[in-house]
């Protein structure tokens, strides 16, 4: 239920792990119609706070094991965009977040000692002088370089997995906006305003 990333990229694994599996994807707009299709097409490993705060805040463990998880589903959408060819406008060029004043630089300065302390690859110092190379700005002070960050057209990334999903087998529905979930037996019934599905498992994604 739901034809965005979720709902696409769970039906893309469950036909990896078993093509002979029925899927269904009922989506109650067009597909990529909601966040999936509108977001500013970023890929990146930023959580909702820095590495350092994230360290401090949740302890070593958690923030490695964060930010190894985030980057590694960048890598993973580069891999499948590659393998399946799908058009969407994709570049793996990193991320730089720069610093313009004291303040940004000590902050740029504590998320690369957090990377640095907790073991983990990708990121990367540069000075003014090279950040300025990358974008001649003279406000520049000194920037972060971190690999794992990408920008895609998101709605065409959404409905390239779609058309690689369907033609895998799996049938989408869009305009189908789901109105209830009960149980059949030991099956689920799916209602929309047009019919039904039954199904051994629902996703609602």
């Keep these: 239920v739901g034809g965005g990333y979720t709902g696409l990229g769970t039906a893309y694994h469950l036909l990896e792990s ?3 599996l029925r899927i269904l994807v009922l989506e109650g707009e067009t597909i990529a119609y909601g966040a999936s299709g509108r977001n500013g097409g970023f890929a990146m490993t930023l959580l909702d706070m ?3 705060l994230l360290r401090r805040n949740h302890g070593d ?4 094991a964060a930010h190894r998880a985030v980057a590694e ?3 993973e ?3 499948t965009i590659e393998h399946e060819g799908i058009d969407c406008e994709w570049r793996h060029g990193g ?3 720069v610093a313009t004043n004291r303040a940004q630089l000590e902050r740029v300065e504590l998320d690369l000692r957090a990377a640095e302390e907790l073991g983990l690859d990708g990121f990367r110092r540069l000075d003014a002088a090279e950040a300025r190379a990358e974008v001649d700005s003279p406000t520049y002070l000194g920037a972060l370089h971190e690999e794992h960050c990408g920008v895609v057209h998101p709605a065409k990334l959404a409905r390239g ?3 690689v999903v369907e033609g895998r087998g799996a049938t989408i529905f869009a305009r189908s906006p789901v109105t209830g979930i009960d149980e059949s037996g ?3 019934r799916v209602q929309t305003a047009s019919g039904s599905v039954s199904a051994d498992q629902v996703v609602l994604a």
């Design 18 to 20: 078993d093509p002979a």
């Design 50 to 52: 820095s590495l350092a």
């Design 61 to 64: 463990d958690a923030a490695r």
């Design 73 to 75: 589903s960048v890598d």
């Design 77 to 79: 959408i580069g891999r």
């Design 95 to 97: 991320l730089m977040v």
């Design 161 to 163: 997995l779609a058309a």
């Design 186 to 188: 030991t099956r689920l």
